[in-house]
């Protein structure tokens, strides 16, 4: 599967943000898929996600309240609505897919074959 993701920018603290993963090259409902985050000098760490052939989501704590993860399985798109921004959300978002993540691994970034490319959100105080 590929995966390109778009929607990054600059946002003041308390703005919002809607990133869009695309995904081509295979059933996308087949995949787990995840949303990452990646801020400079820090390790890459788990936003947002869905299991495979299932609509259940999951939420880094840090993020909880603040961002809704959705999908369209017509569209091959995911999506990651960010709300209540605050600085310390700046990052590299990128959106991952695989199909073999067992779900007490969801959250591990290693753990998916597949990335999009990153999308750059900063967000000012």
Excluded: H
């Excluded at 920018?9 to 995904?23: E, K, N, P, T």
């Excluded at 801020?39 to 890459?44: F, N, Q, S, T």
């Excluded at 052939?53 to 569209?75: E, L, M």
């Excluded at 993540?101 to 999009?116: H, K, T």
């Amino acid at each position: 599967v590929q995966l390109q993701a778009s929607g990054g920018g600059m946002v003041q603290a308390g703005g919002s943000l809607r990133l869009s993963c695309a995904a081509s090259g295979d059933t996308f409902r087949s995949y787990v898929m995840g949303w990452f985050r990646q801020a400079l000098g820090k390790e890459r760490e788990y936003v947002a996600g869905f299991r495979r052939n299932d609509d259940r989501t999951y939420y880094a704590n840090s993020v909880k309240g603040r961002f809704t993860i959705s999908r369209d399985n017509a569209r091959n798109m995911v999506y990651l609505q960010m709300d209540s921004l605050k600085p310390e959300d700046t990052a590299v978002y990128y959106c991952a897919a695989d199909k073999g993540v067992i779900l007490s691994a969801i959250a591990i970034w290693n753990q998916y074959d597949y990335w999009g490319q990153g999308t750059q959100v900063t967000v000012s105080s």
